[in-house]
């Protein structure tokens, strides 16, 4: 039998990471223009990476990075 919807929510949940400022510069690092934003990006709050980026969170049994509980 499958998991209710409410189940798979809270399954996936525990594997959700919250992507801090820190991983969002160490993320931001694999791309080309960091080097020219390095210094703006640094001066960022976590809301303008959420913004920029569209994600909030990282599932990390799919890989796939989300933007989570509206968040």
């Known amino acids: 039998m499958g998991l209710s919807s409410g189940k ?10 919250k992507y801090t400022k820190k991983l969002f510069l160490d993320y931001a690092s694999a791309f080309d223009y ?3 934003m390095k210094e703006t990006m640094q001066s960022w709050s976590l809301k303008d990476f959420h913004k920029f980026y569209g994600f909030t969170h990282k599932d ?3 890989g796939e990075e989300i ?5």
């Open 8 to 17: 798979k929510n809270r399954k996936r949940g525990n594997r959700m990471k």
């Open 67 to 71: 933007k989570y509980r509206g968040v």
């Open 60 to 62: 990390w049994g799919s």
């Open 34 to 36: 960091y080097d020219e």
